[in-house]
């Protein structure tokens, strides 16, 4: 085996690690039915919190969220929403 071909073996389990426990903001967004432009907000107030941000000190950040943590506000969230239909 060649030297990149371990390259390429390493990058893809580590691609697929990722892809199975994190999720861009955009992705955030649209699980949560949310508009991108609600993340900021969401964040400030702590409701959920990035796991690592990428240009911290850039106007164009980029978050990245751990799954789970989406997951388990997704619950919270649909739980509110669905007392405010009744």
Known sequence: ???????????????????KYTMSQKEVAEYLGMYLSDMPRLIKEKRIIPMFT???????????????????????????????KK
Request: charged share 40%; proline share 2%.
């Open 54 to 84: 990428y240009n911290k000190s850039s106007s164009r950040k980029m978050n990245v969220f751990f799954r789970p943590d989406v997951e388990k506000y997704k619950m919270v969230l649909d739980t509110i929403r669905s007392n405010r």
């Open 1 to 19: 085996m060649y030297y990149w071909d371990d390259d390429d073996v390493v990058k893809q389990k580590i691609t697929a690690e990722l892809e």
